[in-house]
């Protein structure tokens, strides 16, 4: 906590209460960090990839049903405003004030998209049972372009999830995904009925304008309800940084063992318990 103290006095965008709240509750809300420039220059560079989807994209909705609920990742490798905007100040400092590094690498990026009159929910999961990761020091920033409210399908969270000492196995977003036999491969423990999960756990969720983030650890359980409304859209992006703690894990079944995803991403050449190194995590910040 001491070393969190004195981050807080070097960087300040964020007080002790909200990374204590980030620790006892696995997320926490940080308003107005991003500025307006950002969130019309990254919502004009959100509509380019929507009109242009990369071999490596989903679309989470079927033929025929109304709205569309996007996905795609690593995109800073293709489009200049969203490999700056990952990098810019208030990102990567953020996360430095939240991970207790020397060094902050950037993990990638996940475009979550949900036009209006979606109905496609975001099944409730943690993070880093898809990921091919080992460590402590990872969060995720949840950036949205346009307002969100509960009704457009704001990320919802569980309490104090992360503190379950619960790793499940990874849910499949959407039927035609490709991840269903590959997360089949990972072996792990099956989460108990989500619903009832959701039920009985004490849901977080925050109405955000354009500017606020939300910052989650890679072990709270979260979902988030289709866009309901007419017309507002929710356009979303979780970015994924890493500290010096974290390792490579090479367990079968995580995301990069995607076919879909893996033709668009170089050979990877960290091996088990490796220091993560190299272009495609770079580092984006250091003390
Ligand atoms: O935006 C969503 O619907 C889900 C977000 C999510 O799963 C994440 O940020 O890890």
Same mark, same amino acid.
């Given at each position: 906590?001491?070393?969190?103290?004195?981050?807080? /006095?070097?960087?300040?965008?964020?007080?002790?209460?909200?990374?204590?709240?980030?620790?006892?509750?696995?997320?926490? !809300?940080?308003?107005?960090? #991003?500025?307006?420039?950002?969130?019309?220059?990254?919502?004009?560079?959100?509509?380019?990839?929507?009109? /242009?989807?990369?071999?490596?994209?989903?679309?989470?909705?079927?033929?025929?049903?109304?709205?569309? =609920? =996007?996905?795609?990742?690593?995109?800073?490798? *293709?489009?200049?405003?969203?490999?700056?905007?990952? *990098?810019?100040?208030?990102?990567? &400092?953020?996360?430095?004030?939240?991970?207790?590094?020397?060094?902050?690498?950037?993990?990638?990026?996940? @475009? %979550?998209?949900?036009?209006?009159?979606?109905?496609?929910?975001?099944?409730?999961h943690q993070d880093l049972p898809?990921?091919?990761?080992?460590?402590?020091?990872?969060?995720?920033?949840?950036?949205?372009?346009?307002?969100?409210?509960?009704?457009?399908?704001?990320?919802?969270?569980?309490?104090?999830?992360? &503190?379950?000492?619960?790793f499940y196995a990874p849910a499949?977003?959407?039927?035609?995904?490709?991840?269903?036999?590959?997360?089949?491969?990972?072996?792990?423990?099956?989460?108990?009925?989500?619903?009832?999960? #959701?039920?009985?756990?004490?849901?977080?969720?925050?109405?955000?304008?354009?500017?606020?983030?939300? !910052?989650?650890?890679? %072990?709270?359980?979260?979902?988030?309800?289709?866009?309901?409304?007419?017309?507002?859209? *929710?356009?979303?992006?979780?970015?994924?940084?890493?500290?010096?703690?974290?390792?490579?894990?090479?367990?079968?079944?995580?995301? !990069?063992?995607?076919?879909?995803?893996?033709?668009?991403?170089?050979?990877? /050449?960290?091996?088990?318990?490796?220091?993560?190194?190299?272009? @495609?995590?770079?580092?984006?910040?250091?003390?």
């Amino acid at each position: 906590m001491l070393t969190f103290a004195v981050m807080k /006095n070097e960087l300040s965008l964020v007080d002790a209460d909200t990374i204590k709240e980030y620790h006892e509750n696995g997320v926490c !809300v940080v308003r107005n960090l #991003i500025s307006p420039e950002w969130i019309a220059r990254m919502g004009e560079a959100t509509d380019r990839i929507l009109a /242009n989807p990369s071999p490596g994209s989903m679309e989470y909705t079927a033929d025929g049903k109304t709205g569309r =609920y =996007y996905g795609d990742f690593f995109i800073w490798r *293709r489009d200049s405003d969203f490999n700056e905007f990952m *990098r810019s100040d208030p990102l990567v &400092r953020l996360a430095a004030e939240f991970m207790q590094s020397e060094e902050i690498r950037f993990f990638y990026d996940q @475009l %979550l998209v949900k036009e209006p009159q979606t109905a496609e929910e975001t099944p409730l999961h943690q993070d880093l049972p898809y990921w091919p990761l080992r460590g402590e020091q990872i969060i995720s920033i949840w950036a949205g372009f346009d307002p969100v409210t509960e009704e457009a399908g704001a990320v919802q969270y569980i309490k104090g999830s992360h &503190r379950w000492g619960k790793f499940y196995a990874p849910a499949t977003f959407g039927n035609a995904s490709n991840f269903a036999d590959i997360y089949a491969k990972a072996g792990l423990e099956e989460m108990p009925d989500p619903d009832q999960l #959701i039920r009985e756990g004490e849901m977080l969720h925050w109405d955000l304008a354009p500017g606020d983030v939300v !910052v989650h650890h890679p %072990l709270t359980l979260h979902y988030a309800k289709g866009n309901l409304t007419a017309t507002g859209r *929710r356009r979303g992006l979780a970015l994924r940084y890493i500290g010096e703690d974290v390792t490579w894990d090479d367990r079968p079944g995580t995301f !990069v063992n995607n076919p879909n995803l893996a033709k668009t991403l170089p050979e990877i /050449n960290l091996t088990d318990g490796e220091s993560i190194h190299g272009e @495609l995590f770079p580092v984006v910040w250091q003390r």
